[in-house]
T-cell receptor, first 111, second 113 residues
């Protein structure tokens, strides 16, 4: 299965600022997925990122708030924009057709 | 979209007993059902999965059953051990809708030594 390097592992950010999270995969993958996991909660899909096309966002998530880049088949970024304390969460990228592999996650705290 | 419900939210069992976690899904097009184990502070790890053309799958102490008609699937852990303590998530996905995984709400399993 693919190996994903995700960074940063954690960050503490001021409200109103933005943070970009990166995921690098050790093999080419068609789709990458971005999830949010709030403390003690399940994983919620934010968007699906395909190389060469705009990301597809789930209900409740918008591009202006969570812009995603997918410049090639091994890399993607998720930006959390204009952050508020409600954005404090763990963000994970994942890849796979079946049996997702997850990145190690980014623990974001907004103060 | 797909809606996955999971029960119970917490489960405590004595070491050596069995644990069962149940999930239901809403989208009849879902055809792949993985289970993930997440230990505190770690990423989710796939422990077993089942496809819609199979009714049951077993891997050592872990088994998963699927009832397509009723749209539910279950995780069975036998001879539980303290290291089985973790949060378990079920998920459902469909190739028809892009392979996105929709997760259940999670079950916190505690195995009491």
């Amino acid at each position: 299965s693919a190996v994903i390097s995700q960074k940063p592992s954690r960050d503490i950010c001021q409200r109103g600022t933005s943070l970009t999270i990166q995921c690098q995969v050790d093999s080419q993958v068609t789709m990458m997925f971005w999830y949010r996991q709030q403390p003690g909660q399940s994983l919620t899909l934010i968007a699906t990122a395909n190389q060469g096309s705009e990301a597809t966002y789930e209900s409740g998530f918008v591009i202006d708030k969570f812009p995603i880049s997918r410049p090639n088949l091994t890399f993607s970024t998720l930006t959390v924009s204009n952050m508020s304390p409600e954005d404090s969460s763990i963000y994970l990228c994942s890849v796979g057709v079946e049996g997702y592999t997850f990145g190690s996650g980014t623990r974001l705290t907004v103060v | 979209g797909e809606n996955v419900e999971q029960h119970p939210s917490t489960l405590s069992v004595q070491e050596g007993d069995s644990a069962v976690i149940k999930c239901t899904y809403s989208d009849s097009a879902s055809n792949y059902f993985p289970w993930y184990k997440q230990e505190l502070g770690k990423r989710p790890q796939l422990i077993i999965d089942i496809r819609s053309n199979v009714g049951e799958k077993k891997d050592q102490r872990i088994a998963v059953t699927l009832n397509k008609t009723a749209k539910h699937f279950s995780l069975h852990i036998t001879e539980t051990q303290p290291e089985d303590s973790a949060v378990y998530f079920c998920a459902a996905s469909s190739r028809n809708t892009g392979n996105q995984f929709y997760f259940g709400t999670g079950t916190s399993l505690t195995v009491i030594p």
